[in-house]
Structure formats: C-alpha cells, structure tokens
C-alpha cells in the first residue's frame, strides 16, 4: 500500500500556517455558532445555554472577562508608617475596639464570628467547542478549497462577473482532482443555505482571507469571491453544530459530529458532484491520522510519537490526463511570512488542546477568548 503523504491531500500555504491566522479562523467560528445561540434564546423559551454558565456573543464583543473571586476578603494589615529615622509600624490599631455589654469579647471578635464563608463563583464556559481533530478539518477545508482554485489551468481568463466566476470554478476545478473535490460542496451548498443571510456579520475573517488568497490567486475579484464563499461555508458549519447542540446541550464538535454534518450538506447538492462520499471524507480522516498521529502504548509509555513522512522537495502537478487527485504545487517563498511568529498573548499551543474525539470535555477555566478577533466589522 503506497504512503500517502500530506502533500497528496492538501497543498501547504506559508501564510495560512501561522498560529495566530488559524486562530482566529477557529474563534470566528465559535462567534458564528454564538450568534446563532442568541437568535435561538429569543425564538425558544428554553436557554439550553444560559448567559450566567456559558459565555455570549455579546459577552465577546464587549471584551467581558471571567470574574474570579478566591475567597473571603482577607483582612487590612496594619499600614506601615514612615519617619525620618527609618520605617516603624504602627502597632496601635488607630481606634480602640468597644466592649460589648455583659461579654468580655470585643466587636472585632463578633464580626468575625459574623462573618460568612464567600463562596466562589462559578466560572463560565464556552457553549461551543472544536477539539484538535475538528480544527485540523477546518484548516484541511481552507487550505484545499484555495488549491483547487490555484491549480485551475485553462486558457480562458477568470470571468469578472460573480456568477459566472462560480460556473468556471465549477467547470475547472474537478478537472485536477477528479476522484474528489471540495469546490462542488462549498459553492451548491452556501448558494443553497445562504447563511450570510442568517449571520451577516464575519467578524473580519473574510478580509483577512481575501489579503491571504490572494497573494496565490494574483486576482482581486477571484479572491474576494473565494474568500466570500470559504467564509459562508465555515457559518454554515456553525450554524449546522450550534444548532444540534441546542437540542442535545452538548458542546465539543469532533471527527463524529464533523463527518456527519458534512453528509447532511451533501444531501443538498447535485448528486452527480463528487464530493463527500466518492472520498473527500476519506482523505479529510487521513489528513487528520498525519497531523494527529494516534500515539501506540510503547509510544505513550516514551512520550514519544511517531512523525508522518513528509516530501523533502514539493514537486510539480500532474498533468489534466492525470488520474490522481495531485495538481500543481504551491512555490513556497524563502522569505519570512508575516506573523509567523506569535505574540505571547495570542499563540495556541498545538498539544494543549487534547479533547477526545467521541467524548465531550469541559473547556479549560483559564482558557481566555481572543478579545481581538471578536471586533464588528
């Protein structure tokens, strides 16, 4: 059985491999699912997810941070008093306690005795969570859906107009990947669902993924169209996880919820696309088997995982009679890529997210939300 690599499956961009853009790509999508949970609150009598346990839209777009309160106040120190020979404390307390009448206590005493234990409060969640395998299938559908376009080779220039833009992606595009192609899903189904309708705010993502397309696709229009409809397909998505976990007040979204989303999308486009089913989601599972290898017990036992084989030089597309899914190859540029360095503040480590693929697992109570990303447009 051949090894396939990761290069077989989705082509590596250098600008969309920055930590910091993939992070703002998964809280985009989280602030996707919480607007869909606020149109939910006002047309349902029922909070599955309630404003004093799980996090808000509007809790996002006001930067609101979790209160922590540690315990009861402790009490003041005596204040440390200055002089001119040195620092002296003030041993005196500056006013005398008062004798309670009939009891040799002082009221210093009462009012500790008084004083009730405060209790914490109760930290908030998220009412949607994307574990490590979820993230590497929305970073798989980003990537894949711009080479595809990339790889469009035909003598006919992109058109100008946005519909026909969409009829020549359609044509040319399963022209390189015959066996598979996500184009087909991403354009039938956001013009079928049109969620923009429903979320109409991006929350910047989509400009940020117009500046990234097009530094491959060198066309204003084509990038802007691209971006557009990745951006619509990933609310759609939201839309499709918040509103199953409305009904089954769960909250992380895995391989199993993924898969399944994506086959009820399916249902909604042409049958004669092929898309899911004829081995998108085949090559989704081994994209994810490459970057998240699956540890073995002497591996766990060392700590130590086996890496996925890499190409050690990309190598050019295939040719249109070509068979295979390969097409051409992304030239990576030598020079540094513009924040690929993250800040401290917003960096994401890459194994701090362990979530279980089947089993749900409470968010990290320290773990912060971006504030920056979660601006209006």
Known sequence: MPIVLKEDLVESFPNLEAPVFKRKIYDSCMLYAMENYKILRERFDQDMFPSESYYTIEDQLKGAKPVRVSGPPKKKRTPVRRSSR???????PAVKPKRSKGKGKSSEDELDKKAAPVEKKKSKTYPIIFNKNAKTYIDFIVSRFLWELFSIESDDEWPDNKEDIENFALTHAPENFMQCNITQLVIHSVRIFQPSKRIPNSHGLDRELRNKFDEYLNNATVSNFASTYITDFL??????FSNKFWLEKSQTVNLKYFETVLRYIELTI????????????????QYDSLVNPVKTPSEKATGIAKKSPTKKSPTKASTKSDKSTKSKKVVKDTKPVDDEEPDDDDEEPDDDDEEPDDDEEEPDDDDEFDQDYADDE
């Open 86 to 92: 040195g620092v002296t404390v003030d041993t005196e």
């Open 235 to 240: 609310k759609m998505l939201s839309l499709f």
């Open 270 to 285: 042409p049958v004669e696309c092929k898309t899911v089913s004829s081995g998108l989601a085949s090559e989704m599972i």
